[in-house]
């Protein structure tokens, strides 16, 4: 999917490469609310995930890239549910656009390839979690179609070795 942004330059959204992965771990720690909260150091971890990830069918990593670079990311994630007559459902988690380039219409851009992914996958829906905090871009959400509906929990485990 190929656009322009307000300042002319040319917005491709595509899937991410592993060649790609410094970068994308890098809007990762820009959209961090908390310092340390990823770690660049180990590149092959994330390229390692990209690979998991794009290996199942309807998975992605997608990337915003202007004139070469990645500016803007997002994952789908697509799963069948057990209730909904065994419906097909999409997440959409780690979407994040450079600072620079916000407000561009980039992030919409994103979110318009994968919701289309995921009709395309057979979705029924498409759904997200945002930070409590992130009130911008609880209102960004809503703009771009997605309501308020459920509350999210998180509870952090240490993995069996």
Same mark, same amino acid.
């Given at each position: 999917?190929?656009?322009?942004? &307000? !300042? ?5 959204? *595509?899937?991410?490469?592993?060649? #790609?992965?410094?970068? $994308?771990?890098?809007? $990762?720690?820009?959209?961090? $609310?908390?310092?340390?909260?990823? #770690? ?11 690979? #998991?990830? +794009? ?7 997608? %990337? ?6 990645? %500016?803007?990311?997002? +994952?789908?994630?697509?799963?069948? =549910?057990? +209730?909904?007559?065994? !419906? ?7 979407? =994040? %656009?450079? &600072? ?8 919409? +851009? ?11 996958? !057979? ?19 809503? *703009? ?5 509906? =459920? %509350? ?10």
């Amino acid at each position: 999917m190929e656009s322009r942004a &307000p !300042g002319g330059g040319i917005v491709v959204i *595509r899937s991410a490469r592993p060649a #790609d992965a410094a970068q $994308l771990v890098a809007l $990762l720690e820009y959209g961090a $609310l908390t310092a340390n909260q990823e #770690d660049g150091s180990d590149i092959e971890a994330y390229r390692s995930a990209l690979a #998991d990830i +794009q290996a199942t069918p309807g998975n992605d990593v997608l %990337v915003a890239e202007v004139g070469g670079e990645p %500016v803007g990311m997002c +994952q789908l994630i697509v799963f069948r =549910h057990f +209730q909904h007559h065994g !419906g097909r459902s999409a997440e959409i988690e780690s979407m =994040h %656009v450079h &600072p620079g380039f916000r407000s561009m219409g980039i992030g919409a +851009q994103l979110l318009e390839a994968a919701v289309g992914a995921a009709r395309r996958a !057979g979705c029924y829906r498409v759904q997200l979690m945002s930070n409590v905090r992130r009130t911008e871009a609880h209102r960004f959400y809503e *703009r771009q179609g997605f309501v308020p509906s =459920h %509350v999210g929990f998180k509870h952090w485990i240490e993995p069996e070795p």
